[in-house]
């Protein structure tokens, strides 16, 4: 079996759009702007010979403010640019109940079946303790990048300034 590292995009790959003091995913390359040392972070992970998926909520689109293919042209981009092995896309709001949208593990649950992942020796990477509830559901250990969002009950593994200080991390373990 196989291990992972699990990636939130918006706020650990790339920084966060701010809109009226409030934070979005980027709409185009434009936008679109690779946060220092994720490239060196990824390289440290896959020397450990992980597999790196990107599992990210993107409900702008089923709300009508960016289409999809920005979304994938922004995806497309990131899998040119960086090592990643595949990106899942959970495209629904959170009133749509999906079984894939973050804080449920549906992403990373398929992944693992796809890529026979062992998710106990694995991890995610979050910026928003979604994130961190995801991983926690799939069984896999969590590190929260930053400070979070709001505070929660639920408490990460770890926590770190950036993905290529949880990159360290994990390298070292």
Not at 51 to 62: G, H, K
Not at 107 to 113: F, P
Request: overall charge negative.
């Amino acid at each position: 079996m196989k291990k992972a590292v699990f990636l939130d995009r918006d706020g650990v790959l790339n920084h966060t759009v701010f809109k009226m003091g409030k934070p979005r995913a980027p709409y185009t390359l434009d936008e679109f702007i690779l946060i220092p040392g994720v490239y060196e972070g990824l390289q440290l992970l896959k020397e450990k010979n992980y597999l790196l998926i990107v599992v990210t909520n993107q409900p702008d689109v089923a709300r009508g403010w960016v289409t999809k293919e920005a979304v994938e042209m922004i995806n497309q981009h990131l899998k040119e640019i960086l090592p990643i092995d595949e990106i899942k896309v959970c495209f629904h709001t959170e009133f749509d109940q999906c079984v894939c949208r973050k804080p449920n593990p549906g992403m990373i649950l398929e992944a693992a079946r796809e890529w026979n992942i062992k998710l106990p020796e694995s991890y995610i990477l979050g910026d928003r303790y979604s994130d961190i509830e995801a991983g926690n559901k799939a069984g896999c250990r969590t590190i929260l990048i930053g400070e979070g969002d709001e505070p929660k009950t639920i408490r990460p593994d770890y926590q770190k300034n950036s993905l290529l200080d949880a990159a360290h991390l994990i390298y070292s373990l």
